[in-house]
């Protein structure tokens, strides 16, 4: 199984660290891609850490994530909760995949508490900060990693 594992986040998470920083704290995606980096290296796994705006985008990342992938994380951010096309994605894919949410969705907007993406991921982790992203990496190591 390859090492290498999509780390992929959705709409509005390039803005992390300035946006809405009562709920999602002040760290960058900077900050989570090196925490991430750091807990990959040491489970012997390659990252490809990526954010876009764009579902379509998303979807593009996830078929190439088919092709040479052994897992992926995914903050879906907003479209957890839209995007059916996002789930048809994951579908496809034949590795673990782990949903992360810096926020504890559940306990937010009632529209929030709904995921169609956490229909096809294998674990959830949801209102661990951005904590919950090297977590979610140190677990993809469990799986699938060499150490
Ligand atoms: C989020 C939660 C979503 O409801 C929201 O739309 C986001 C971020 C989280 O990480 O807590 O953009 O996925």
Known sequence: MSSL???????NL????????EIYGYDTMDDVE??????AGAFGLQIRFLQSNHEGE?????????EDAGGIVINPAAFSHTAIALLDALNTFEGPVVEVHI?????RESFR????VSLRADAVMAGLGVNGYPLAVRHM???IGSV
């Open 58 to 66: 998303l979807i593009d990342w996830i078929h190439e994530a088919r």
């Open 141 to 143: 190591g469990h799986l």
């Open 34 to 39: 090196r925490n991430c980096r750091e807990v």
């Open 103 to 107: 926020s504890q969705i559940h306990k």
């Open 113 to 116: 508490h709904q995921s169609y």
């Open 14 to 21: 390039n803005l992390l660290g300035r946006r809405q920083p």
């Open 5 to 11: 594992v999509y780390i992929l986040n959705g709409p």
